[in-house]
């Protein structure tokens, strides 16, 4: 259940633990060398955090820690022109899964695999309108938008999997 409180003092260090976590899970899949092939496919780790947030604090503290970790990340551990493609990403992939997270069809699972499609499709237009739809781009919509389909709902579902673990355990206990 979403907090109630606005800015106590036990909201906002949870937030920043939270926060922290996630930052440190983007560090941590920079460092993994995970290469199928295809560049551009991750695994998503923050997103872990974000969907767990988004369940369990709700939608403004998801977008807020979403926002303030893509920029960290990319400031300290990335291009600085990457920040546009990261936070075009995020916004639209949490405001798609906590659309349907509202909608109430959809378990954890769905949500976040469709967040994580949405991740990708929504990078890919980014990449689209900065190269000005040129050629190349209607090549990589035809060839390379499936595969980043695919790797996305195959890191929402991962995701998923670690962050109902996780909600799941610390509801418990």
Do not use: C, W
Not at 25 to 40: H, K, Q, R
Not at 132 to 160: D, H, K, R, V
């Amino acid at each position: 259940m979403p907090s109630q409180g606005r800015g106590n003092a036990k909201d906002i260090s949870i937030l920043g633990m939270l926060l922290a976590l996630a930052v440190l899970a983007g560090y941590v899949e920079m460092l993994l060398p995970v290469n199928i092939g295809f560049p551009g496919v991750k695994l998503g780790l923050a997103n872990v955090v974000i969907l767990y947030v988004l369940y369990d604090r709700g939608m403004k503290s998801a977008l807020l820690i979403s926002l303030i970790r893509t920029f960290i990340i990319a400031v300290l551990f990335a291009a600085p022109g990457m920040l546009v493609f990261s936070f075009f990403g995020a916004a639209v992939s949490l405001a798609f899964m906590n659309k349907l997270k509202k909608d109430g069809r959809f378990s954890i699972y769905g949500v976040s695999a469709a967040g994580g499609v949405a991740h990708n499709i929504t990078q890919f237009m980014m990449a689209m309108l900065i190269s000005g739809g040129a050629q190349a781009a209607e090549y990589m919509f035809m060839f390379y938008l499936p595969i980043l389909s695919i790797a996305g709902e195959a890191a929402g579902l991962i995701n998923a999997l670690i962050a109902d673990n996780v909600y799941k355990r610390l509801k418990r206990g």
